[in-house]
């Protein structure tokens, strides 16, 4: 699955995110929106990690989708 089709089916896609990321609240996932860089810079917030580390880990989510 490719971003464009996440973010047009994000409604589905939050609670896989959420499981995925329980550090996420319901606000997260309504701010986020489907938007990639929005969800990059919540993961940076809540789990600490680099950019380059939340990249690697939004990649790997999209390959269990």
């Not at 606000?27 to 580390?53: C, F, P, S, V, W």
């Amino acid at each position: 699955m490719n971003w464009d089709e996440i973010k047009g089916n994000w409604k589905t896609v939050t609670g896989q995110a959420r499981s995925k990321w329980g550090k996420l609240t319901d606000d997260d996932l309504q701010q986020i929106d489907g938007k990639r860089e929005e969800l990059a810079g919540r993961l940076q917030k809540h789990y600490g990690h680099t950019k380059e580390e939340v990249e690697k880990h939004i990649d790997a989510f999209l390959k269990t989708l």
